[in-house]
């Protein structure tokens, strides 16, 4: 019997309508487009807008597209991660309120924070329940309001995170299609280059951490940029050798979209051509947790069932590695 693995077999995402430009940041900071385009490749980026509206109203409405265009009964369902590292609150699951709403009553949901790797550590997670056979059905679903924790008076980081969702269908298959390897790796020295102080169980809120600014993100961008293009290149050129793959076997790569910079870093070290990498930071900026999906969802046509995807994140933390995954339809 062949083994069981974990494939993706449908995909959603959604973005706020709100379209911050470069022009609009000009107005807030002291900053230009060319600046911008030039050290991130970011032109836009979508802002979710509206009173009461948190993370959860942007995985549901990823999940719904992604129901409807499966023609999925949402009962089916047996599990709902939500990657997230801007969850609706500190304590209640977001991903329990986001299964009632869209009726999976027979799903039990958590949330998954591994800040900018935290869809790519999910990967994981959904797939190994998935390969274990106790599941059959999980929803991974990576979402960020990165705009409820960013400073617009910080110019070093409110040019760069927008809002965003996508969600990933994980289901078994026995064609061998589906997650085929893994290199996932932490190290905590990274906790004071990219961190939201206060409001956790560290520096709890107060009127003094309010005064401070410390509940928006601080990034040392120039330490980040270093980890991040050694720490993703590495681990996704290690998954394309411990696999046998060569440049001409990679059909797409699929990188966390934090800076232009450090996706080509990552391609160029894998020897890909720029039309095998997905991009749409000039579009969305860094959504944190919903980039890889949002890419999938937006290159989806394009894919083709058997295609080699490699997969690689960097985060917060630090987090970060890479994925070797085979698509296992065409749409
Ligand atoms: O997704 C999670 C992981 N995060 C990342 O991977 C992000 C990694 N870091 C980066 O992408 C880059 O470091 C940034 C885009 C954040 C910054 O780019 P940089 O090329 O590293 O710029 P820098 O911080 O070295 O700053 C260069 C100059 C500085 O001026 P001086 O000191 O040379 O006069 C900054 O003050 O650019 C200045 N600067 C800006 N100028 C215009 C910083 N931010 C801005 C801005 N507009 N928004």
Not at 154 to 179: S, V
Not at 256 to 263: L, V, Y
């Amino acid at each position: 019997m062949s083994k069981l693995t974990a494939a993706i077999t449908a995909v959603g995402s959604y973005v706020p309508d709100f379209v911050m430009t470069n022009k609009i940041l000009e107005t807030l900071v002291d900053t230009n487009d060319e600046w911008i385009t030039t050290r991130t490749g970011i032109k836009e980026r979508r802002i979710l807008k509206g009173k009461g509206l948190g993370t959860s109203y942007l995985a549901i409405k990823a999940a719904e597209q992604l129901l409807e265009k499966r023609k999925l009964d949402p009962k089916e369902i047996d599990l709902i991660i939500v990657a997230t590292a801007t969850p609706d609150m500190m304590v209640a699951a977001t991903a329990a309120y986001v299964g009632s709403e869209i009726g999976a009553t027979n799903a039990f949901a958590y949330d998954l924070q591994a800040a900018c790797s935290s869809f790519l550590y999910g990967m994981s997670t959904a797939a190994s329940y998935i390969e274990s056979g106790r599941y059959k059905k999980v929803l991974l679903i990576g979402a960020d309001k990165m705009s409820s924790i960013i400073d617009y008076t910080d110019r070093t980081t409110c040019i760069i995170f927008g809002d965003g969702a996508g969600a990933a269908l994980f289901e078994p298959n026995n064609e061998g299609l589906g997650l085929q390897d893994e290199y996932l790796r932490s190290d905590g020295v990274g906790r004071n280059f990219l961190k939201m102080d206060a409001g956790g169980s560290l520096l709890p809120a107060s009127e003094e951490t309010v005064k401070n600014r410390q509940h928006f993100i601080y990034q040392d961008g120039k330490s980040v940029f270093k980890f991040a293009v050694t720490n993703m290149a590495d681990s996704a050129a290690k998954i394309m050798e411990r696999n046998n793959l060569s440049h001409k076997d990679v059909d797409w790569l699929i990188p966390h979209q934090a800076n232009k910079r450090i996706i080509d870093a990552t391609s160029n070290r894998m020897g890909l051509d720029d039309s095998k990498v997905m991009m749409n930071i000039q579009r969305y900026g860094n959504t944190t947790s919903a980039t890889l999906p949002l890419l999938l969802s937006d290159y989806e046509s394009q894919l083709k069932k058997g295609d080699n995807l490699v997969f690689a994140a960097f985060g917060g933390g630090f987090t970060w590695g890479s994925i070797y995954l085979k698509w296992a339809y065409n749409s």
